[in-house]
T-cell receptor, first 113, second 111 residues
Framework: DPKIIQKPKYLVAVTGSEKILICEQY?????MYWYRQSAKKPLEFMFS???????DNQTASSRFQPQSSKKNHLDLQITALKPDDSATYFC????????????FGPGTRLLVL | AQSVTQPDARVTVSEGASLQLRCKYS??????LFWYVQYPRQGLQLLLK??????VVQGVNGFEAEFSKSNSSFHLRKASVHWSDWAVYFC?????????FGDGTQLVVKP
């Protein structure tokens, strides 16, 4: 059974719309992360949460907002979508923090037209 | 600034041959280093990690990596490559509670 679930697997959106990417982990971890991978750039760290609190934010745009409704959830809301937002978004989790092994979800592939 | 560089975008090896994927890091002090693998259309999986200690680190599936402070390197090795190793390999460094990834090296395995 998958331990980190990301929904949806694929997502197509129109420019200017808003989407929410879902991430749930069933590893009992306390830290969760979002990364982005696009054709132009390597894996980029976006956010880290620990015990449902934002620890680090490396995303320049406020259009990207993480949302943690439960300890094992960290969703990513993206507003005013742009074609440059097209990428695969990976969620990850670790037991406590950075120095613990991070486990990655399968990713959500977002295409903005 | 802390970073990792993977100088080879693509490496091709024959099945059964040995493998080395290169990684150079830039870091003040002793870093925490990782190698991850990404199979097609999947998320990343940790192969191995280096914490200060023994410079040779053993990972899964026969992979190992050697940390060298003098060369600022953390190269990944495998004695005999299998076709299932065809994937993208990422070197990464942990710095100030963030992980910085290299650009990745695509490993192609020839029959």
């Amino acid at each position: 059974d998958p331990k980190i679930i990301q929904k949806p697997k694929y997502l197509v959106a129109v420019t200017g719309s808003e989407k929410i990417l879902i991430c749930e982990q069933y590893l009992g971890h306390n830290a969760m992360y979002w990364y982005r991978q696009s054709a132009k750039k390597p894996l980029e760290f976006m956010f880290s949460y620990s015990y449902q609190k934002l620890m680090d934010n490396q995303t320049a745009s406020s259009r990207f907002q993480p949302q943690s409704s439960k300890k094992n959830h960290l969703d990513l809301q993206i507003t005013a979508l742009k074609p440059d937002d097209s990428a695969t978004y990976f969620c990850a989790s670790s037991q406590r923090g950075w120095q613990d092994t991070q486990y990655f979800g399968p990713g959500t592939r977002l295409l903005v037209l | 600034a802390q970073s990792v560089t993977q100088p080879d975008a693509r490496v091709t090896v024959s099945e059964g041959a040995s493998l080395q994927l290169r990684c150079k890091y830039s870091y003040f002090g002793t870093p925490y280093l990782f190698w991850y693998v990404q199979y097609p259309r999947q998320g990343l999986q940790l192969l191995l990690k280096y914490y200060p200690g023994d410079p040779v680190v053993q990972g899964v599936n026969g992979f190992e990596a050697e940390f060298s402070k003098s060369n600022s390197s953390f190269h990944l090795r495998k004695a005999s490559v299998h076709w299932s190793d065809w994937a993208v390999y990422f070197c990464a460094v942990d710095s100030n509670n963030r992980i910085f990834f290299g650009d990745g090296t695509q490993l192609v395995v020839k029959p």
